[in-house]
């Protein structure tokens, strides 16, 4: 393309992003440029700080911007659960449903040799030193129901076992304001494997 | 299920083809080369959106085209779809009832067809992984429980064997763990397919020969199908599969085999017998497939009645006459015995229909 080379690059780094293919970056790039200019500082600014102001939580490795996360800072929080999770943005899809009101720990990636990744990789040391320091009594392990998330929670029962009173496992079935009709057969076998008493 | 019309433009050396079809028997006859097997591979497509000759999709595009274009209708269950596919070296669209189809997996579980072809003939009888994968597909089909259990088998034992060849082992019970939970649900499935063809096989065998006869299918499962027996015998093996590197027991091991009485096995039969019992199996499957899925598949003989003695030919054309499906033969000689019985001919010649 003949575009001016600081807009080219703008366009290449845009389209870098997940989601973002050459058009849409295009398209950002031209939109950025026609706005007025303390608006494009702004952008870059953010962009800039994110890397330098945010780090991981250092205790729950959920995103935080001094030592602790708002959730781990959070003093109505219930310390004796722990829910674990992959990534730390599976944390905000948690708090979004405002179902659950204690910590969280995130292994910050699943088990899977095919990608290198083996348990010493994961924060499961580190979650270790807190059931051992902290008075927590349920763990509940919501790793994605992948086989590789499958793995890593099983590895977590099997390592983790005694050092906390229970470990649960999110349940898996039918999706809420689902019909019946339109629910695929694995999911379904799940749901009906999960049942539980009226 | 019926294709009721079929066309085909720059598919192989088909430039422009339209064939209004019905149900009942199909003979495709003509010399070698004029695209006999071209024809019933387009009908195989239409079913599976694949080739059983290629995965290449190039190779099914008319030489000098860029796309070619399979049209049908097809009916199941008394209802008419209309499928059309288009193929380009990029892939494959596919729209049923002139809406595009997002996901390819929805369209394959729709029809469904059994395939006999030299082939898979020589395939099934030299390779235990070919027979395996031939009980895998008619079971992934019929069973989606199977299909979910096979897939994330596959990705268990791809982890598990990159794990065996690393130094941290720690995660090897948690692999484990899931390789046995789903083994054993593929296990319990591959046995009780095995039964319940076990229950067909010797009568339709002794249909197709015109004597008594015993076939058997045997599956050996590699581990034994029960969960604790199963994680014991994985637990005394991780020293073993650390040293070789990789998974040696589980159901990707597993073996079929067939048998004929006085355990003569399979590397025994003659090339007529292994035709014969392969075909035994897939009309065996035929009647799996009509009572589990509630309709008949599409039957494709390609190169039927070649290396078949004449009393065979006979048994297996009346025995065809006796079914239902949907059938497609083909055959540079049809057999006399073809020449007093109600079967439409297609005469093929370079691409066309004569």
Not at chain 1, 59 to 83: L, M, T
Not at chain 1, 129 to 149: D, Y
Not at chain 2, 192 to 203: K, Q, S, Y
């Amino acid at each position: 393309m003949n575009v001016p080379a600081p807009l080219e690059r703008l366009i290449t780094e845009l389209s870098r992003l997940p989601g973002v293919g050459q058009k849409t970056a295009q398209r950002l790039a031209f939109a950025i440029l026609r706005g007025d200019a303390p608006r494009a500082k702004s952008l870059a600014s953010a962009i800039g700080e994110i890397k330098d102001r945010i780090r991981f939580c250092k205790r729950c490795f959920g995103y935080a911007e001094g030592e602790h996360c708002p959730v781990c800072a959070d003093p109505r929080r219930d310390p004796s659960v722990i829910c674990v999770v992959e990534q730390p943005n599976d944390i905000y899809v948690i708090e979004r449903s405002a179902v659950f009101h204690g910590l969280y720990h995130v292994l910050l990636g699943v088990i899977s040799p095919l990608d290198g990744i083996g348990p010493d990789q994961l924060k499961i040391a580190e979650l270790t030193a807190r059931l051992e320091s902290e008075k927590v009594t349920e763990l509940i392990l919501a790793t994605n129901p992948s086989m590789q998330g499958e793995a890593t929670a099983l590895h977590l029962s099997k390592v983790l076992e005694g050092k906390v009173e229970s470990i649960t496992r999110l349940a898996r079935g039918l999706p809420v304001g689902a019909n019946l009709e339109f629910t695929d057969d694995v999911t379904l076998n799940q749901a009906f494997t999960g049942r539980q008493r009226f | 299920m019926v294709i009721k019309e079929f066309s085909a433009i720059k598919f192989r050396n088909y430039q422009e083809l339209f064939l209004p079809l019905s149900a009942g028997i199909y003979l495709i006859t003509g010399d070698n080369g004029q695209g006999k097997t071209n024809l019933v591979e387009g009908f195989y497509f239409l079913c599976h959106l694949a080739s059983f000759r290629t995965s290449r999709l190039e190779q099914l595009i008319a030489f000098g085209a860029s796309q070619s274009f399979l049209q049908g209708v097809v009916n199941k269950n008394d209802t008419d779809w209309k499928a059309r596919i288009e193929i380009s070296r990029r892939g494959r669209r596919v729209w049923l009832d002139e809406e595009p189809v997002p996901k390819l997996s929805s369209y394959i579980s729709r029809f469904h067809s059994l395939l006999f072809n030299p082939d898979n003939l020589y395939n099934y009888r030299n390779f235990p992984g070919e027979r395996r994968s031939f009980y895998d597909r008619v079971l992934s089909f019929i069973d989606s429980d199977y299909l979910e259990a096979l897939r994330s088998f596959k990705t268990i034992n791809n982890q598990k064997n990159k794990l065996l060849k690393k130094e941290d082992l720690s995660s090897l019970p948690a692999w484990n763990r899931l390789f046995v939970e789903k083994g054993c649900v593929i296990i319990k499935k591959r046995r009780e397919i095995t039964a319940d063809l076990n229950n067909r096989l010797p009568r339709i065998l002794s249909n197709l020969t015109g004597k008594a006869q015993q076939l058997a299918l045997e599956y050996h499962p590699s581990l034994t199908g029960d969960l604790e027996t199963d994680s014991r015998t994985l637990e005394n093996l991780i020293e073993r599969e650390r040293q070789a590197g990789h998974a040696l027991q589980g159901p990707h091991r597993d073996e079929f085999l067939m048998t004929m009485p006085a355990g003569r096995g399979e590397a025994f039969f003659s090339q007529g017998e292994s035709r014969v019992t392969l075909l035994a199996v897939l009309l065996a499957l035929n009647e799996v497939l009509t009572e589990r899925m509630g309709y008949r598949p599409a039957v494709i003989l390609d190169d039927l009645y070649s290396e078949l003695d004449s009393t065979v030919q006979e048994n297996l054309t009346r025995h065809l006459h006796g079914l239902a499906n949907q059938i497609f033969i083909t055959t540079t000689h049809p057999p006399p015995v073809l020449k007093h019985q109600a079967v439409e001919i297609l005469q093929i010649q370079d691409g066309r229909i004569v």
